[in-house]
């Protein structure tokens, strides 16, 4: 067994927990903490700041071995916190005390529900609440469709937070800095609110529990033990989600989170069974996450959800070349894994995230579709070469991201979920493959049509030396309804242009709508050749594709051209509390309103559509996120080309 403390283990498999939640709301921070009460070494942050990329730690707790997954909050970052969600037996749902921005823990909730992973909620910050616990926990009951019980009640001096009670045990502590809690004789002041916790809690699991029914019915005290038990079925079934509270930079309350975890994370053995994943047979692993590590290689983050793996083994058809840990972030390699570690394999060949070694495919996260774009310009054209694959392994490391080449444009397009992710994106091209790109807006695909008919004579006679060429044709330029696209037709009666000059005719007017008179490629549009004459001699294809030529262009300027901007259909997901301010928002970006309506499954979300010109959607996602605590989202197709008027 992997014994993550140096210490004995009691043999328990072991078990993953991913940090997630909203950005800033202290991840990184409690991570810290929970290392450090662990007695792991903590790795010093140079910078704090917004975690980008999951960090990984192995700790040991009270003897039982741990993964812990530092997750991005950045809504940005949202598809790697995820693919850590996926492998996870628990999350902790980490969030701030402030009641009014309780919204910001929906994205990680849905997640987390969505897949059906057990949780517990850590409010942190404690140290900042202003009002009361119970007004945050009804906030947070709102976002949640899981029963919420508190576990903590906390003890007040004044506005400060001091200490807490166990619901539980009924045990009080007070906080001090750095150190674990003290414990206090339980304070009057909080006992009626203590009584009234519990109770909230032992109704909420007697539900599920018959044993404690009995008990609560009839008015008998519980064993800790009698509770614990179906908190932890509660748990690992979904059916309930702890609360409970501390400050992560002053390590309050880390010891009773850590005490909750090892009572309430499921082992891996359930965890599998609620993935659906037989107990025996082969080794079996999930890759959630692939790094391109420098010099080691492409490395696969995979949970082991049947060992033991074993270095240099062949799993699911591919051979292992490593096996690495984490044991303080940095990589240690290893002869083989067990049953619930995370480790990272190497050199797996043409395996990628979400892939399942050894089984059948297990269900894993669609990453969102992108919200914001930059075309991208290399600074050095020799780098050519290397752009492409650089750009494929960025895509392979990160699904949320995406690459195309735009040929019309002729630029290359990188997609993602906002210009933070870009520009980390771009940054990580800079250093791990020494190609440094520049980026800018990408350009609108306009079009170009027109507005009225036109009868267009042109006559091509040239004398050369030996035989000359000519042609003359006659073409009727008509506009055609929006996305009829080109058509050609041939009217031509009595032979006075030969069938066989007929397809050059064809073919030189189709090519004419490559570039029209305001530059953009020219649709909707049938030509109709009606007349011409020939010369026996000078006639060629040539001539007649030059003729073509040249009455579409004379022909297209006077047929009153306008240009074609592409629309498209657009649905804006808001909490409901911003529909206004998102119809605002797409109106005043010419934007027409199509309507608006809950979104199924999404409580308390609405969804907006519109119409919105593609011109106006480049930084949409940067400005609704402003106006919505950064939780607005949309999603887009082409619709149709429209004139642009006043443009
Ligand atoms: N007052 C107070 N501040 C805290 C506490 N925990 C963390 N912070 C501060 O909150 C800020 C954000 O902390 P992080 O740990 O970086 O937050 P995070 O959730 O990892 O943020 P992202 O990685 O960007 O999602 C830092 O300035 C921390 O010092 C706490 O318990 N109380
Ligand atoms: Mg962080």
Known sequence: MPDFTGRESGGAQPRAIALVGPQGSGKTTLLDALLAAAGSPVRRREAAGMTTELRLAHCGFM?????????????????????????????????????????????????????????????????????????????????????????????????????????????????????????IPLPEAVRAREAEARAELLEALADHDDALMEKVLEDLVPTPEEIYRPLHQGEVSGAVVSVLLGAADRSNGIQRLWKALRHDTPSPAETRERLGIPAEGEPLAQVFRTVHAGHAGRLSYARIWRGPVKDGATLGGVRIGGIHRFPNGEAQKVPQAETGEVVALGRLEGVRTGDTLGGDRLPFPEPPPPVYALAI?????????RLSSALQRLVEEDASLSVRQDAEMGQMVIAGQGDMHLRAALERLATASGVKV?????????????????????????????????????????????????????????????????????????????????????????????????????????????????????????????????????????????????????????????????KPGWEGWDEVEALVPEAEMHDLIIELRSQTLGLGTYVRRFDHLAEARGR
């Open 438 to 598: 520049k980026s800018v807006r990408p350009q609108v695909a306009y079009r170009e049509t027109i507005r009225r008919p036109v009868l267009q004579h042109a006559r091509l006679k040239r004398q050369t030396g030996g035989h000359g060429q000519f042609a003359d044709v006659k073409l009727e330029i008509e506009p055609r309804g929006r996305g009829e696209g080109f058509s050609f037709t041939d009217r031509i009666v009595g032979g006075v242009v030969p069938k066989r000059f007929i397809p050059a005719v064809g073919e030189a007017a189709e090519e004419a709508t490559k570039k029209g008179p305001l530059g953009h490629p020219v649709v909707d549009i049938a030509v109709t050749l009606v007349d011409g004459t020939f010369h026996s001699v000078d006639s060629s294809d040539m001539a007649f594709a030059t003729a073509t030529r040249m009455a579409m262009q004379e022909g297209l300027a006077k047929a009153e051209p306008v240009l074609l901007e592409p629309i498209d259909h657009v649905t804006v997901s808001v909490p409901a509390e911003f529909t206004a301010n998102a119809q605002r928002l797409l109106t005043g970006r010419r934007g027409q309103i199509l309507g608006y309506a809950a």
């Open 377 to 385: 310009t290399l600074e050095d054209r020799k780098d050519e070469v």
């Open 63 to 183: 003897g039982d071995p741990w993964t812990l997954m530092d997750c991005p909050g950045s809504i940005e970052f949202a598809h790697e916190a995820c693919c850590a969600l996926a492998v996870a037996d628990l999350a902790v749902l980490v969030c701030e005390p402030a009641p009014e921005r309780v919204a910001t823990i929906g994205p990680a909730l849905r997640a987390v529900e969505e897949a059906g992973i057990p949780a517990i909620i850590f409010i942190n910050k404690i140290d900042m609440l202003s009002g009361r616990v119970r007004d945050m926990l009804a906030a947070l009951q709102g976002q949640s469709r899981r029963k919420l019980v508190l576990r903590q009640v906390p003890i007040r001096e004044g506005e400060t937070v001091t200490g807490y009670v166990d619901v539980v045990s009924e045990r009080a502590y007070r906080y001090r800095r750095g150190e674990p809690s003290e414990r």
